[in-house]
């Protein structure tokens, strides 16, 4: 019963990792399995016990197989090395936590050695945009989303995301070695069962980057979703993910107090990414996204 429990667990979990993308939406609980896709790996050791429990090297072989099928698909990005290298650009993404009163101070420990920030879930006049009003010369805000920067920003302009109100911007932030149109953005929220909404700003999101015919993007925000949802198709590429590009790890940041996910972004073209990291955000209930690129 053990050998068959196993067999049969092995290759469920196997169809998942390689054929998620071909598992129909499910109302949206799909899109919330695959932004969780890189935990399947965790049932492999479970699956490898029971079938040393039942004694069966036949269980043991089968629950090998989603292990090879898991190393394919993420092993790289645990074994990856940052190119590393001196940058010209540093950015960072953090959603503050629209109740967080200590989001002054989160902001400071994650601006403090950066060119840029992106920053979600502001109140307007709040502790994260006072400090960080205090740390930049130059900023930009809409609503709850904005964007500070030690260089000139110009051409602004405030982007719906299909939400019926501004949660996005773009702009364009003048940096010693070029320019870089910079967007901003906090997509709508997902849950299992409830993704339309999240997917109808993803939509919009696809189509302001395709539209955009800058040499140099850098989209950095709250997408509420990971890079392993089919969602993220039509935006990776044109975009490349400074996480996958040059991070250590799976770069999870939400939730902070133990992050199995990676809803915040930094993703860009035209550029080459040096560094990627995660930065803790005191008192949001997400970690920050950290990158620098040679431009």
């Known amino acids: 019963m053990l050998r068959g429990l196993v067999i049969v667990m092995s290759v469920v979990v196997t169809a998942v990792l390689a054929g998620h993308r071909l598992i129909p939406a499910f109302g949206g609980f799909t899109a ?31 629950a090998a197989v989603p292990g090879l099928v898991w190393a394919a698909m993420f092993g790289s990005t645990l074994l990856r090395k940052p190119p590393g ?4 650009l540093s950015a960072g993404t953090v959603n503050v936590g629209v109740r967080n009163s200590a989001s002054g101070e989160a902001v400071r420990v994650v601006a403090e050695e950066l060119d840029l920030l ?16 205090k ?34 911007l773009r702009a364009v932030v003048s940096t010693p070695a070029g320019d870089v ?7 709508a929220s997902a849950r299992p069962g409830h993704t339309a909404s999240r997917d109808d700003s993803l939509a919009h999101a696809r189509r302001f980057v395709v539209a955009d015919r800058s040499r140099r993007i850098l989209l950095l925000g709250d997408l509420n979703t990971a ?9 990776i590429p044109p975009l490349a993910d400074a996480q996958r590009e040059a991070g ?25 990414a040096t560094e990627a990291r995660v930065a803790p955000a005191t008192g949001s209930d997400h970690r920050a996204a950290v990158a620098s690129f040679r431009l």
């Open 32 to 62: 919330v399995m695959e932004s969780l896709l890189p935990w399947l790996g965790l049932a492999v050791p479970f699956l490898l016990l029971v079938a040393a429990v039942a004694r069966s090297r036949v269980a043991a072989a089968a």
């Open 135 to 168: 740390m930049f010369k130059h900023r930009y805000t809409v609503s709850t989303v904005g964007l500070w920067s030690r260089y000139p920003i110009s051409d602004t302009e405030p982007l719906d995301v299909g939400l019926g109100w501004p949660r996005a």
């Open 85 to 88: 290298g001196g940058g010209d």
């Open 118 to 133: 992106a920053a979600q879930e502001l109140t307007p006049g709040g502790p994260a945009a006072r400090q960080l009003n």
């Open 227 to 235: 890079t392993t949802d089919r969602g993220m198709d039509g935006l």
């Open 181 to 187: 149109t910079v967007y901003v953005m906090h997509l």
């Open 248 to 272: 250590d790890g799976f770069g999870f940041t939400w939730p902070a107090s133990f992050p199995i996910t990676r809803p915040d972004h930094i993703l860009f073209k035209g550029m080459r």
